[in-house]
């Protein structure tokens, strides 16, 4: 019985996402919506939701000095990517410049996957897969 509320849960997250796509689809489809709007859902997006989904997500979570460390390594080894790939395309156009310095320093679409990801499987499941297959 557990094995099928466990299914029952996958699909219904699965849905969840499912009829968003398909919402905002129609609203594209019945003209609701237009181009110009999704700087707007963009810009709200951006500056409310996300960073509302990383506060709570955050909640609990105990900030040791060794996790400020690992936090600082990660800023840090980003800054100097950027530089090196500024130093390294210095002679290259200024877009090709820009699309090296925003891609060197990590920035990953796979990373924005993780969420989903474990919004489907337990966290030992989710943890064997990025282990297994990197």
């Known amino acids: 019985m557990k094995e099928a509320r466990v299914m029952f849960d996958v699909l219904i997250k699965s849905l969840t996402y499912i ?22 859902i963009a810009t709200i997006i951006m500056n409310i939701t996300f ?3 990383l506060l709570t997500s955050a909640i609990g979570i ?12 990660g800023i840090l080894s980003n800054v100097i990517m950027i530089f090196v790939s500024d130093f390294v395309t210095a002679k290259e156009n200024k877009m090709l410049r820009a699309a090296y310095m925003l891609n060197v320093s990590s920035y990953n679409i ?4 993780l969420p989903f990801v474990q919004g489907f499987f337990w ?12």
């Open 123 to 134: 966290f030992e499941c989710c943890l064997f897969m990025f282990l297994r297959y990197r």
């Open 110 to 113: 796979g990373n924005f996957v």
């Open 19 to 40: 009829l968003i796509i398909a919402i905002g689809f129609t609203l594209k489809r019945k003209k609701i919506l237009k181009k110009e709007d999704a700087n707007v």
């Open 51 to 53: 960073p509302c989904a």
């Open 62 to 73: 105990e900030i040791s000095f060794i996790i400020l460390i690992l936090i600082l390594i």
